[in-house]
């Protein structure tokens, strides 16, 4: 919408607020560890005194980030029977008669070869308290950055919304826990952590009593698990999976939990990913099963609606493109203090926000609202912002004060990658490169 054919948008909108905390600013600035968890992570690291911590650290980052879905089995056919096509192709070529038991034996055997070369070759990761205490090391802090940012969305944007209850499935070191504390503080009453890994819940007990296991928790009605709930009918206001959903062996056990998180879900599902193609990909995965699926046994008849990033329910315009490039956001965080670890990095993460209610947002009647997904481009007058809109488009639009008005121009100026705005125009869809990679 143009300022011309809306003169009062920007009163509706703001409402008074500084531009610079417009209702669509959900970032946050730098983010640092809660004081009592870190001194909880530093003296359990110290006491354990592991060799080449900040190397491991460094290694087990990098896999994690760069780590594949297994490949199930009918990819796996269909990518087999590509590869014969090809081979019986080529060898038709080179000669006629290919009715040959030997031949068909070489091209079996360099389908398997090729195969082997090519596939991901998945296999779980199995945390014992080691390889624990360098996960500490390397994803506490970062972790911690994704899930405070990613519920930061639902704080600014739904503000009477007070969450009683939670589930944190594949809690890992209880991150979540120490997040949405940050955000709700006491009106959360029950906290479930569901970690398969023994050792891990074990740590997480220890960073809430403060590596003292005489003392009381920081954080209290904090439960952990090894399993889920099994009652279909038990519901938690927040249900949360954080770098979970990629360290399931197969899509369908994917699509089995992501259905279940749905059924234990009373008000928002909080899922989180790396930034990376895999990453994108199985949130838009489960974005579709819960959008389009119909369950045979209804627990809860309320549809899911998609509250965060994407401003519509439409396919993703970025996985529509050749070649796909995610959708993902960066959060600044200080790591903790540990030798290599002394300047502020960069979280960089996918996530996706589903609902059950329709959120009560405040200062935004009547307006359509984009989400910035790269960016911002500050210039002398003028600021470049690359959207995705609620027609499912993406575009790019330069704010001028004097084409958009002063207060659109300082809004957009003072917005960032991830924030939200008003859609003021309609130009330059498509052709949109992005800096999500």
């Not at 079996?108 to 090391?137: C, F, M, N």
């Not at 609202?369 to 210039?379: D, E, F, N, T, Y």
Request: glycine share 4%; with cysteine; hydrophobic share 35%.
């Amino acid at each position: 919408m143009s300022a011309a054919a809306h003169p009062q948008s920007q009163v509706d909108f703001l409402n008074g607020a500084p531009h610079r905390k417009h209702p669509g600013v959900t970032n946050m600035k730098t983010l640092r560890l809660p004081e009592e968890l870190q001194r909880a992570a530093h003296s359990i690291i110290k006491r354990a005194q592991l060799t080449r911590l900040t190397d491991r650290a460094q290694s087990l980052t990098n896999f994690l980030w760069s780590r594949k879905r297994a490949a199930d089995d009918l990819t796996l056919r269909k990518k087999a029977m590509s590869l014969e096509k090809v081979l019986w192709e080529k060898e038709r070529e080179k000669r006629g008669d290919l009715d040959n038991q030997d031949l068909k034996a070489r091209v079996k055997q360099k389908v398997l070869s090729e195969l082997k070369r090519t596939t991901y070759h998945w296999t779980p990761i199995k945390y014992d308290e080691e390889l624990g205490l360098v996960y500490i090391a390397a994803r506490l802090a970062g972790g911690y950055a994704a899930v405070r940012r990613a519920l930061n969305e639902i704080k600014k944007r739904d503000p009477s919304f007070a969450p009683h209850s939670l589930l944190d499935f594949g809690s890992g070191l209880g991150s979540a826990v120490w997040a949405s504390h940050s955000c709700w503080g006491d009106t959360l009453k029950e906290m479930v952590c569901v970690d398969s890994s023994g050792p891990m819940n074990t740590l997480a007990e220890r960073l809430l009593k403060g590596d003292n296991e005489k003392a009381e928790p920081h954080i209290k009605q904090v439960y952990f698990r090894q399993f889920l709930p099994v009652s279909p009918k038990v519901q938690f206001d927040v249900v949360l999976a954080a770098f979970s959903l990629s360290e399931l062996s197969s899509k369908k056990e994917q699509e089995e939990t992501v259905v279940t998180l749905w059924r234990k879900t009373s008000s928002y599902l909080v899922l989180i990913e790396n930034g990376t193609r895999e990453g994108h990909q199985i949130l838009m995965e489960a974005r579709d099963i819960l959008l389009k699926k119909q369950e045979k046994t209804v627990h809860d008849a309320r549809a899911a609606s998609v509250f965060a990033p994407c401003p519509h329910e439409l396919m993703c315009p970025k996985m529509a493109r050749l070649p796909s490039v995610p959708c993902n956001f960066n959060q600044f965080y200080l790591p903790l203090p540990l030798p290599g670890h002394h300047d502020r990095q960069t979280e960089k993460f996918s996530y996706l926000i589903l609902s059950r209610t329709e959120p009560v947002e405040v200062d935004r009647e009547g307006l359509d609202w984009g989400r910035l997904i790269a960016p911002v481009l500050r210039r002398s007058r003028h600021v470049h912002c690359q959207t995705c809109c609620p027609d499912g488009e993406l575009r790019r639009v330069v704010v001028t004060a004097r084409k958009h008005s002063r207060d659109v121009y300082r809004c957009a100026r003072s917005s960032d990658w991830g924030d939200q705005l008003p859609i003021i125009e309609q130009e330059e869809a498509d052709d949109i490169h992005s800096d999500s990679e």
